[in-house]
């Protein structure tokens, strides 16, 4: 993660809505709309 | 250290680069204090294109020695959203606005251009010419002659300052930024992000979604350097420098070697106030002069 608050976009993750930044979306999200966890 | 860019009177010479601060989402975490001591002289915002983009699968980031790899791409709500939702925020900011755009070919750009030249809200235009022109298939700004034609086109369309944000990766930056002020540019803004590559340490396979992403930071300041040099011996419009700044020494250095304005880019994301410690830090630099400053820059953990 790079900024924390929302700026840099890099923390997304894709769900059924698009892709959700989870520093400020998250960091928890329902599990049903996660489409892919990427592998670690 | 107040300063006059493009005809843009300023505070100070430290702006944000396009894509690193993002003034909507710091005010909501920041709050209104974020606007009583705004760290920037002005705002640059982050790259607008004419369709809403979803950006590149992730993982997005990597990071390198002293520095950042990203391959963000380019995510936005597009023209209509940013001007519906987007403007009226970043209007209310208590410095100019500079809206950064970018096109996949020169119509594009030129309806991004078009729009914004008629809103009073917006000071200036950075034209972002890292991305192919997929009716050419060549990086716009890797070749004096597509950004020559890119310039000529936007040119006519607007009275507003026009910044050519310049790629590093070109054969030669300064010939592009000749060719930008000889199609009408009022000014160069660089560098922007070198291609780089991360690989997955267990499979070998390309790390970021983008597989390549814009390598940033520390990493990147001494090209910065080099480079703004060799554009200010080419060049007579103003130049905005950029890469890798982190303290008042840094953005000094680039003013020296040539820049009008110097932006501060990945240093925010670790310290979202960074702008305003290195103006600050630039303000003292200048009283006390920089021979008798202290050699070794502030240095952050990237330093």
Known sequence: MACGYGACFGCVVPTRDGYLRLCVDGPVLEAAMVEAVPAA | ?303
């Open chain 2, 1 to 303: 250290v107040s300063t006059t860019f493009c005809g843009i009177e300023l505070e100070h010479p430290i702006v944000n680069a396009s894509g690193t601060f993002d003034a909507i989402a710091a005010h909501r975490a920041f709050g209104d204090a974020l606007l009583e001591r705004f760290p920037f002289a002005a705002f640059v915002s982050k790259t607008v294109t004419e369709a809403p983009r979803q950006g590149n699968p992730p993982p997005r980031l990597w990071e390198a020695p002293a520095g950042l790899i990203n391959s963000i791409g380019l995510p936005n709500k597009g023209l209509a959203g940013y001007l519906a939702n987007d403007l009226p925020l970043l209007a209310r900011l208590p410095v100019p606005l500079i809206v950064n755009v970018m096109g996949f070919t020169r119509d594009q750009v030129a309806t991004l251009v078009a729009a914004f030249a008629e809103r009073d809200e917006v000071a200036a235009l950075e034209l972002n010419v890292s991305c192919p022109n997929v009716e050419s298939g060549l990086v716009m700004g890797a070749d004096p002659d597509e950004t020559a034609a890119l310039v000529r086109r936007a040119r006519p369309l607007t009275t507003k300052p026009l910044i050519v944000k310049l790629t590093p990766n070109a054969a030669e930056p300064a010939a592009v930024a000749l060719a930008a002020q000889e199609a009408g540019a009022d000014a160069v803004s660089l560098i922007n992000t070198l291609k780089g590559m991360a690989l997955h340490p267990r499979t070998g396979e390309p790390w970021l979604g983008g597989r390549t992403g814009g390598v940033s930071g520390p990493a990147i300041r001494a090209v910065a350097l080099a480079q703004v040099a060799d554009v200010a011996a080419r060049v007579e419009i103003p130049i905005v420098g950029m890469g890798g700044v982190v303290s008042g020494r840094d953005a000094d250095a680039l003013l020296q070697a040539g820049a009008t304005l110097v932006a501060v880019g990945t240093e925010s994301f670790r310290d979202p106030l960074a702008g305003a410690r290195v103006a600050a830090e630039l303000r003292k630099l200048r009283a006390i002069g920089a021979a008798d400053a202290p050699v070794a820059a502030p240095a952050g953990p990237l330093g």
